[in-house]
């Protein structure tokens, strides 16, 4: 039979339930798993422009799912694990359960946790993976390759060269989306630019490229509109930018 599990969606720190459904926001399709000989709905949940989705799982565990990120998740786990997939960036907060280990499989990571909470950033254009524990402890694999975390480390997976590397950070820094908040501490421009592109759904053109390389930081909430953010720039001098509807043009400053 179709298992009929459906889910309400309301963005920027609003639930996901799992009574309603709501087409716009969970693309639905049906496999047949054939161990059982029955049929599982499988959802894939994605965050519009400017807005944050927290999602709750069959088996309890929370995700909040960053702008521009999808889920892929079913509507009830079954075997010996629980599994989902994603792209883009993601918090989980892991309901424990040793006997059933939660999988995340997001590109070439796989992220293996029990009971824990952490941070997965996996957005297809970015050269990097990384996954941030706040607490718990999670293995990631790559292909043969695994590493454990503990909390307060970060992993760094590098695409191009299949790296794998463990530093000890600032959680925060990299947990604030979830919590409404841009916090950049000697951040890229254009790693900054990414983020503010899919947030406030903007296009931005440099028309000096040497100034992706330039370093900023900054704290401000994610309600606010993108002026006080150009704001920012502009009383720091080293760069320009003209807003021309979704259009930011980016050039040396002064």
Known sequence: ????????????????????????????????????????????????????????????????????????????????????????EAYFEVHADKKHPFIIQADELEITATGTAFNVSSFAQSLEQKVTLISGKVSVSQGNKIKYLLPGQQLTYQRNTKRMTIASIDTFKYTAWKDGMFRFRD???????????????MTVVYEDECVKDLHFGFNMSRLETIEPLLNIFELNGKIKITKEGKVLKIKRGR
Do not use: H
């Not at 000989?37 to 499988?42: G, I, P």
């Not at 421009?189 to 406030?200: A, Q």
């Open 1 to 88: 039979k179709i298992v009929s599990t459906s889910q309400k969606v309301v963005f920027y720190f609003q639930r996901i339930a799992a009574i309603l459904f709501l087409p716009t926001l969970i693309a639905l399709s049906i496999i047949m798993m054939n161990d059982k000989d029955e049929q599982l709905a499988y959802y894939k949940a994605s965050t519009p422009y400017g807005s944050i989705s927290e999602i709750i799982l069959p088996d309890s565990s929370k995700v909040w799912l960053d702008v521009g990120s999808t889920l892929e998740y079913p509507s009830r786990f079954i075997n010996n694990t629980r599994r989902v997939y994603m792209c883009g």
């Open 187 to 201: 951040v890229r421009l254009e790693e900054i630019m990414r983020v503010v592109e899919r947030w406030y759904d």
